[in-house]
């Protein structure tokens, strides 16, 4: 792939770890008060996408004192896609996941017990056989959706220990493919014949820590990003768009046309990445790898102007949250 916008990239693309949105625990939409008792393999044999994501994070200080720091959307998994199916051969209940870019994450076989599914593979990573499990908290309230949950603990670099609550809902693509229940506040549910409609720019940038502005960092920022175009189109079913921005590499504007995919109100760019794979007498070799970033249509200002909005929670400090707001308009 050309070297181009790093730095926008870097600000597009989706914070990891305990990133999150506003979704600030609204209403126990997620908290359903029956959760099933006997659950069946056969109940979720299908493909189910994830439509819904949020990470809250509990932390128990030295002193004893437990705080809850609630729970925000992750946009960068809503498209995620898991099969459940039971092998003919076998008898065996199997599942794949697959991200976005459609890349095999992990596949192996499944089964259930009361309330939970307990996933058993081989890790791509490590090699060594792994098995988890998720809870469900809804199922068959809302025909075609299943909500999550999942709970694991962690450890920052000072030694504070904290749990992470994991929860998720997916949708049925053959079912019910366009469920967004739950979700609060509700999704702009993205037009992309309106989004091809003209050209978009960057005009304006923002981030904050907590909720202080960082002045300095917006305004270096702020002179790369800010012109930034970006011009969605449909070829022979493909959509696509292409941007343009400045490239750090070569003191240009230089273009780039993406592949890209709508899901709901998030819009994913593909490219390829090479990445070192052997280091030999000659040298280093590279191999291509499948990678994203996106934009979220967070906010819709008019017809003619939304909010990208990215963030995650500090490492550093817990109750602090790194705020990016990116403002685009049609032009």
């Known amino acids: ?99 976005v870019l459609y890349d095999l994450i992990e596949e192996g076989t499944y089964r259930t017990k009361v309330d939970s599914v307990l996933f058993e593979w081989k890790s791509k990573h490590t090699g060594k056989d792994t098995t988890t499990y998720q809870r469900i908290r809804e199922i068959g309230a809302t025909d075609g959706v299943v909500k999550w949950f999942r709970n694991y603990p962690g450890r920052t670099a000072d030694g504070t220990k904290y749990n992470i609550t994991d929860t998720r809902a ?6 019910n493919p366009t469920a967004t229940n739950g979700v609060n506040p509700a999704k702009v549910k993205i037009d992309f014949d ?8 960057i005009n304006g940038f923002f981030r904050y820590y907590g909720e202080d502005i960082d002045p300095v960092y917006n305004e270096k920022m702020g002179k790369v990003l800010i012109g930034t175009t970006f011009d969605f189109y ?23 046309d993406y592949p890209v995919t709508v899901v709901d109100d998030v819009i994913y760019f593909f490219y390829k990445k090479k990445v070192p794979i052997d280091k030999g007498e000659n040298g280093e070799e590279f191999q291509l790898v499948n990678e994203s970033f996106f934009l979220w249509v967070y906010e819709k200002k008019s017809a003619n102007a939304f909010t990208d909005y990215k963030e995650e929670r500090s490492e550093s400090n817990l109750s602090k949250i790194v705020k990016v707001y990116m403002n685009l308009v049609r032009i």
């Open 170 to 175: 997916n949708r049925e693509i053959n079912t």
């Open 234 to 256: 449909t070829e022979g079913g493909d959509r696509r768009c292409i941007m343009r921005g400045y490239n750090r590499d070569t003191d240009k504007w230089e273009e780039v």
């Open 1 to 99: 792939m050309r070297k181009i916008l790093y730095i926008l990239l870097f600000a597009l693309i989706g914070l990891v770890s305990c990133s999150n949105n506003n979704d600030e625990k609204k209403g126990d939409e997620w908290i359903p008060p029956t959760p099933p008792t006997d659950l069946l393999e056969d109940q979720i044999l299908g493909t189910w996408e994830t439509y819904y994501s949020q990470k809250e994070i509990q932390v128990k200080f030295s002193s004893g004192v437990q705080t809850t720091y609630p729970g925000f959307r992750l946009t960068e998994y809503d498209g995620f896609k898991t099969t459940f199916f039971k092998d003919p051969a076998t008898g065996e209940y199997k599942f794949k996941t697959f991200n």
């Open 194 to 201: 309106d989004l091809s409609k003209g050209k978009w720019q």
